[in-house]
Every structure is written in C-alpha cells, then in structure tokens.
C-alpha cells in the first residue's frame, strides 16, 4: 500500500497464489516472502511497486510443534541475502513412515494444524542463507536439533535464532538463544537458563538483544500458565535484565525502536491487546493503542509513524496508520466492507463480579442481542473461551454476533487461569482443572442472569472449544441450568487425554507433577466428565475433527457412548481433515448453522 494515496497492489493474483510473513529488504527496494505463485510454493521476492514474483528457494514446513515461533526470513543489512527457516527429514523419518511404522519420539504426534497426518513429519527447522539475485541457497545449520526465529544482526556477521539443546527436546522444553555465525556456521550460546526464550531481536546498533522470556523451569509445548515478558540483554549475553516486569501482564512479540532507545511490544489487558512502548531506562511503560480490541501486528518507520492491524468491537481487523506527532490514527482499509456493509453489529458491554471464594473480581463480556424491547425475553449462550491460559473480549468475534443477530445474548467469562490479568489471575487454575475456574463461569451466568432481568433463564445454552469444550462437559455434570450444550474439541477424561496428546507436559505444568505420581491420577479422574456423566441431563451436541492430536476425538467418543447409556439426547459431529478447530469455509458455516438448530431444538417457544 502506498501511504500517499491509499493506493494498495495485490502480490500474486492467481487464485491459489498466497503470501505470508512479508519482510522487507533493508533499502526499501523488495519485499521477501513465503508463499505460492504459478503452482509453486517456496521463498519469493517481488518489488516494492508489485509486479511478477520471482522465486529464490525451495521451502519446507513441518508439523512438529512448537510455540511462540518468531520470524522465518531475515535479510542481510546490505540487502543482498536472505536467511530463512525450512525443514528437512530427521533421522527418525525412514522408520515412521517404513510399513510397519517405528515410532521412537516421545513427541510423536503432530501439533494442531497438522491436517491429514496424525503423525509428526519429524523434519527438523534449519536456517539456510540464498542470495536475492539467485543461485542455490546453502545451509547453515544441520543435524537432529532445530533452529528458527532468526534476525541478521546489523553488522551482517551473525544471525541470532532460538534452539533447544536438551538432550531429549520431546521431554523438556527449554529453547535458549544463539548466534550463529554465516561465515562459518558456528553458534555462540547467550543463554544457558532453565526457563525458556522466545523471539530474539538485535537492536539497531547491534550492541543488545530483546527478546521474550520466562522465569519457571516447566513450559509446555502448547501453552505456558507464566506470562512471557519482555527481556533485554548484551550482544555478548550479559547483562540480562526483565524491562517487561513493571508490566504485569502477558507480552508478546518485542521489536526495537528505529534508534534503539525503545522497546515496542504487545500487553494482553482485561480482554483486549494493546500496544506499549518502553523507554530503556524508564520504570514504566507507554500505553500507544489502548482502544477495546486486539492489535496483531505493527511496524514502525524511521519517522515514528507507526502502522498498525486493530480488531474493535465493530470490525474484524483493518490496518490503521499512526503519525509520530500523536495525531488520531488514520484507517487505511475496509477490507471487510462488503461483508458488513448491511450487518448491524452488536454491542459488547463489560462487568465484574465476585468469585465464588471472594479471592478476585472476575470480568466478564455480555454480547446484546439485536431487537431488544422494553419487555422482550432473549436465550443467553456461554462461549467459553480454551487455553485455559487465554482470554476473551470486546474484539469482533463472529459467532458472539451471529448469535447476538437471531436475538440471543452471549457470554464471555474471562475465568480464573485467564491471561491478561496478571500472574497471581493465570496461576489460579494451578492444581485445579474443572474447580474455582469453573464456579467462576457459574457465577458469570448469575451475575448477568441478576442484572439483566430480559435474559431468559429458560432458555441459556453453554458452549466452548478445547478448554472451554472441557469445562462445558464438566458443568453439564455439575448442574442442569443449561438446556443444550456443543462442548467442541473437548477434553472428557483427563486420564486418557494426557496419553494421547500431543503435548505431554501439559498436565506436569498444570498440576505440578505427572500423573503417575502422587495420586494425581485419582485426581484427574475426579476430575474428569467422564465420571460424573451419570449426573448429565443437558441435551448435548459433541463436535470434533477427527485429525486432531491436540485434543484426539477419542474424548468426544468416549463421552458420546458414555451419554447415550445414561439416556441423554446426544450427537457427534465429526470433521473430516479438520484437526484442532475448523478451517474449511463449509465446515465453519456447517457448524455455525448446526449450532443454531441444536438450540433451536431445545429451547422452549
């Protein structure tokens, strides 16, 4: 897009041509990217003004999990290289893919995107280094570990990246941060810690290094209950210090100021995201997009202007364009005009109550349904939100505004293990699934039920996906309020599930200990749907997809069965090739119609 005029040009315009993680080469002149163009996938470049991509190198993915992944392209300061992240086979490939299959990983499975394998490719991440006027592109590093997360230093010398070096990564989590040298291919080690790192990024003079970090020994995989904040450290890894501590909050994604002097990073705050500066040196930092709503990407020019993607309350997200002199920011793109041109979107409002234990004021974000009058009556549906170590808010969310377009209220709970709220809110659930966290949802729905008289106690449904799918099944075993439910994706018995997942650690982190140990298996089982399904009387609508590893469809079927011998109306909807959450348009809309009868069904006239 150009600024001046608006004017924005479409890279590729095949139908299945497609781009991501643009970047662009240090004099402003081409844009690297990774994407498909012409039937081939691979790493592109094309001019600043558009025109023909040119591709420079073969590409690979990989399904093996990972978390907080940072950058995958990185130009040289002069503009003439590339380095970029791509996968090739480990040395346990032959044997998996062999008939009969070897599996010897711990971490065999996929993680949640992995579409129509059920097992991990076991490709490793490697950095390679191309030319921008082409040739083959050269490896600079190989072998059974992974390196990704890359950023050129400013003097073209090193090239920093994240890897985890344990002598058995399935097992335990510990990505360190290291410098890798093109000449050569050797790697510098800049940090040796327990806790984990993520997203290392030079300053602009090359003298230091933010990156983002965490203080506990056990990360998971799949989600962390520490917040990440916000590091800063020597070029050579000394003086490491937590500039992202006077905020206490979960950070993401920290990028330098054009001269250094800031750190520009991502704050998860009572349900939304905002953006914030911090002045190195200073005790706290500068609040720069503070609208209701989640920013998901910016960059900042040497002049200070800054360009920014928000998602309000009324939009899914368009791209905003900030002056450096503090002015109101500008909007950039409708690109959502066609589709909400004749949509009346919905208002959110926010509330607080007291938990059950009277320990937090918890938040919570009620959706008004459309066409209310003076002495209407409107079904109200819980949209749990997963993690459990996420959050919900006032940002556009499209099934909370279809749902609110048929007349239906709908809310959100931001319950105890939600982020955004500070640690001591995110450590809540610690040794507790299916406990206060789920009392905290059950007081969201009293709290709206008292202050909004129109909301119809007859009529409220309860849904969620992943961790909202789990504590949906587990509350329909704790009470019968509600008079249909669709848990998705949803965890049923905590026994089998922590078997079966691709993310074995999840439970370790979440209870402090495996569950063979101690009598937590006793314990996961207490706390399991799956136990109490006597107890179900709420109609209930499974949906999963049947690829996924992160929650295996085996919960869904477990409960299935376990609620047709207890006499409950239930169906399964399962997903072809869709893993964790949907991603084919048909399915979402499917499942978005399904939804709607299934309520429908069971809400009295």
């Known amino acids: 897009m150009t600024i001046a005029d608006g004017h924005a040009t479409r890279v590729g315009q095949g139908a299945d041509d497609t781009g991501s993680d643009p970047a662009w080469s240090p004099d402003g002149k081409w844009i690297a990217y990774a994407g498909a163009y012409g039937g081939r996938d691979g790493l592109f470049v094309v001019t600043a ?3 023909t991509p040119r591709r420079l190198a ?10 907080y992944e940072g950058r995958a392209i990185a130009w040289s300061p002069d503009s003439r290289q590339i380095a970029f992240v791509s996968a090739v086979p480990g040395p346990e490939t032959v044997a998996a893919t062999a008939d009969p299959m070897v599996i010897t990983r711990y971490l065999y499975r996929p993680e949640a995107s992995e579409g129509n394998t059920r097992f991990n490719d076991n490709r490793r991440r490697h950095v390679f280094v191309v030319d921008a006027a082409g040739g083959a592109a050269r490896p600079l590093t190989a072998g059974a570990t992974e390196e990704h997360s890359i950023d050129w230093s400013p003097d073209g010398k090193e090239i920093l990246l994240v890897s985890n070096r344990e002598p058995d990564p399935d097992r335990f989590y510990n990505p360190d941060l290291f410098a890798l040298r093109v000449a050569d291919g050797t790697l510098r080690r800049l940090t040796a810690t327990e806790s984990a790192e993520f997203q290392p990024r030079w300053s602009p ?15 998971d995989l799949e989600t962390a209950m520490e917040d990440t904040h916000v590091w800063v450290m020597n070029a050579d890894g000394t003086g490491r210090r937590e500039i992202g501590a006077a905020v206490d909050e979960r950070q993401g994604s920290p990028s330098w100021s054009p001269d250094g002097g800031a750190v520009y990073f991502s704050v998860q705050h009572h349900g939304s995201v905002f953006l914030e500066r911090m002045t190195l040196g200073a005790d706290a930092a500068e609040t720069l997009i503070g609208d209701p709503g989640r920013v998901d990407g910016w960059s900042v020019a040497p002049s200070g202007m800054l360009a920014y993607v928000q998602s309000t309350p009324r939009d899914p997200g368009e791209l905003y364009l900030r002056s450096a002199d503090g002015s109101p920011p500008r909007r950039l793109t409708d690109v959502n005009a066609d589709a909400l041109r004749d949509v009346e979107r919905a208002e959110v ?3 607080t109550f007291a938990s059950n234990d009277f320990k937090f004021d918890v938040e919570a974000f009620l959706t008004l349904p459309l066409g209310r009058t003076a002495d209407s009556k409107h079904p109200m549906i819980v949209l749990i939100h997963g993690g459990p170590h996420g959050m919900q808010g006032p940002a556009y969310t499209f099934r909370a505004q279809h749902y609110a377009a048929r007349g239906w209220a709908v809310l959100m709970v931001n319950y105890r293990g939600s982020t955004g709220y500070g640690q001591r809110f995110t450590d809540a659930v610690f040794g507790d699934q299916n406990g206060s966290e789920a009392q905290d949802v059950l007081y969201g729905v009293s709290a709206a039920l008292r202050r909004h ?6 009529r409220l449904g309860i849904e969620g996906v992943s961790y909202g799918g789990e504590l949906t099944a587990w509350l329909i075993t704790q009470t019968r309020m509600f008079k249909a439910a669709i848990p998705t994706a949803a965890i049923i018995n905590n026994v089998s599930y922590n078997y079966m997942t691709y993310y074995n650690m999840y439970e370790q982190m979440e209870w402090g200990a495996l569950p063979h140990q101690g009598n937590l298996m006793d314990v996961l089982w207490e706390r399991s749907a799956l136990k109490h399904v006597a107890k179900v009387a709420t109609p209930t609508m499974l949906v999963h997809g049947e690829n996924d590893n992160d929650v295996p469809i085996a919960e869904s079927e477990q409960f299935y069965i376990a609620l047709l011998d207890v006499g409950v109306p239930a169906v399964m909807v399962r997903y072809p090739r869709e893993g964790h959450g949907l991603r084919e348009s048909r399915h979402v809309v499917d499942l978005m119609d399904r939804s709607v009868r299934w309520y429908e069904k069971y809400f009295a006239p």
């Open 349 to 351: 409002e926010p509330f």
């Open 58 to 67: 073969e590409v690979t993915g990989t399904n093996s999990p990972l978390t």
């Open 453 to 458: 008289p129109w909301i119809d106690r007859d």
């Open 49 to 51: 003004e558009g025109g």
């Open 205 to 219: 003079d090359g003298r230091r290094i933010v990156f983002l970090a965490t203080r506990r020994g056990l990360t």
